[in-house]
């Protein structure tokens, strides 16, 4: 196993890795617009990571430290409520194909679990890398987080769509303001 948590921070990564995910940075919605020095800046400072079909990725309620790009493979974000496991959504294979974002804008607790529904491949990049871009890009610094957080309002925004959409009919409780008042 080689998983995000065995490797060490910081190692000097093979070109080949630079050359991997650069084009892979590139498809992605939340590099949109960046300057491609940056994106040589981000595909140098990334880790490999792999987790095996049935593996655990993050644990809910552990703290968040990275974004977690999936190259290959699929993703089960759940989220643990009463003792059950719910799924929120599966990721891998489109221009989604991502998670922990907030992670590299701020120190929290992960609010959900990941866990390898395929084996999986994936490029990690740190808090800590992304405040050492930050540190040399300065001027970008506002754009990344405001991206960061409209893909992350864009997607609480489609799972809360996809809840409303598959409830059942007496799940409901609609909300009617009364002109009355």
């Given at each position: 196993?080689?998983?995000?948590r065995d490797t060490k921070p910081f190692e000097v990564p093979a070109?080949?890795?630079i050359d991997e995910?650069?084009?892979?940075?590139?498809r992605l919605p939340i590099f949109t617009d960046?300057?491609?020095d940056l994106l040589k800046l981000y595909a140098y400072?990334?880790?490999k990571a792999h987790f095996r079909k049935g593996e655990l990725i993050q644990q809910q309620g552990e703290p968040a430290g990275q974004l977690m790009l999936i190259m290959s493979g699929r993703v089960a974000i759940w989220q643990e409520h009463r003792g059950r496991r719910f799924l929120l959504m599966e990721l891998g294979d489109d221009s989604m194909s991502y998670f922990g974002e907030l992670a590299l804008i701020?120190?929290?607790d992960c609010y959900y679990g990941a866990s390898a529904l395929t084996d999986v491949e994936m490029l990690t990049f740190s808090r800590e890398s992304f405040h050492k871009v930050m540190e040399r890009f300065p001027g970008r610094y506002r754009q990344s987080v405001d991206r960061?957080?409209?893909?992350?309002?864009?997607?609480?925004?489609?799972?809360?769509n996809y809840l409303f959409d598959h409830l059942r009919d007496d799940a409901w409780r609609e909300f009617v303001l009364d002109d009355r008042a």
């Amino acid at each position: 196993m080689n998983s995000s948590r065995d490797t060490k921070p910081f190692e000097v990564p093979a070109r080949g890795l630079i050359d991997e995910a650069l084009p892979f940075l590139q498809r992605l919605p939340i590099f949109t617009d960046t300057p491609y020095d940056l994106l040589k800046l981000y595909a140098y400072l990334a880790e490999k990571a792999h987790f095996r079909k049935g593996e655990l990725i993050q644990q809910q309620g552990e703290p968040a430290g990275q974004l977690m790009l999936i190259m290959s493979g699929r993703v089960a974000i759940w989220q643990e409520h009463r003792g059950r496991r719910f799924l929120l959504m599966e990721l891998g294979d489109d221009s989604m194909s991502y998670f922990g974002e907030l992670a590299l804008i701020s120190e929290i607790d992960c609010y959900y679990g990941a866990s390898a529904l395929t084996d999986v491949e994936m490029l990690t990049f740190s808090r800590e890398s992304f405040h050492k871009v930050m540190e040399r890009f300065p001027g970008r610094y506002r754009q990344s987080v405001d991206r960061i957080i409209r893909l992350h309002i864009h997607r609480f925004v489609e799972q809360t769509n996809y809840l409303f959409d598959h409830l059942r009919d007496d799940a409901w409780r609609e909300f009617v303001l009364d002109d009355r008042a």
